[in-house]
């Protein structure tokens, strides 16, 4: 049974930073391909970083040198680092988790998500 269980999201002024952390069980985070992605309200959902199995990390254009995700095997947990945070960075984050290591930034690959944490930045 795998379980993505996000925490760390908040209101936040503008330029601030927030820490998301996604614990993870019932799925192996050095051996699968990780991400984190977000939906704001009437948007589609977007993705906003990779992680391989490896190590190897992507972010989107819209966030690139502001986050950074990153994760520890031993303690099996997913990372999004935030800062200089704008308004539009408001959305509910979610953390996801595909079955194989081949990375993908296509929402509908990853099988396991988390129920989603909301970040508010005003």
């Known amino acids: 049974h795998v379980q993505l269980v996000e925490s760390g999201g908040g209101s936040v002024q503008a330029g601030g930073s927030l820490r998301l952390t996604c614990a993870a069980s019932?799925?192996?985070?050095?051996?699968?391909?990780m991400a984190w992605f977000r939906q704001a309200p009437g948007k589609e959902r977007e993705v906003v970083a990779l992680i391989t199995a490896y190590g190897s990390t992507v972010h989107a254009d819209s966030v690139k040198g502001r986050f950074t995700i990153s994760k520890d095997n031993a303690k099996n947990t997913l990372y999004l680092q935030m800062n200089s945070l704008k308004p539009e960075d408001t959305a509910t984050y979610y953390c996801a988790a595909r079955s194989i290591s081949w990375c993908s930034d296509r929402g509908t690959d990853f099988p396991y998500w988390g129920q989603g944490t909301q970040v508010t930045v005003s």
């Open positions: 019932g799925v192996t985070a050095s051996s699968k391909c």
